[in-house]
């Protein structure tokens, strides 16, 4: 039965390129992981910082839950935003999601 299975040789023992080859594939890992992820997340994050203290009174907003509505008052931490006639409510600043050109709200 042996004329079916060929044989197996062992190959020949001891590292062939060392450790330099490992470490050059961490680092360009880690170069890789930069660029495609921590660089643009911290990009992003400085934009809404950046979008967070450009928030006036006046100014229509989006809440990052779909609310949309106009600034009535702004604070350190909270905002008080009219989402219609009358109706006001007070979310964190971060839950602002986005700023949308002014009259956006009355066309709704």
Known sequence: MDFLISPAYAQA???A??????????????????FMIIRPQMKRQKEHKKLLESLDKGVEVV?????????RQVGEN?????????VEIRIQKNAVASVVPKGTLESL
């Not at 809440?63 to 106009?70: F, L, N, P, Y």
């Not at 909270?78 to 009358?86: H, N």
Request: glycine share 24%; net charge negative; charged share 10%.
């Open 63 to 71: 809440t990052s839950g779909g609310v949309a509505g106009k600034i």
């Open 17 to 34: 390129g060392g450790i330099m080859p490992t470490l050059i594939m961490v680092g360009l890992f880690f170069v890789f992981m930069y």
């Open 13 to 15: 023992g001891g590292q």
């Open 78 to 86: 909270f905002i008080v935003v009219e989402v219609s006639d009358g």
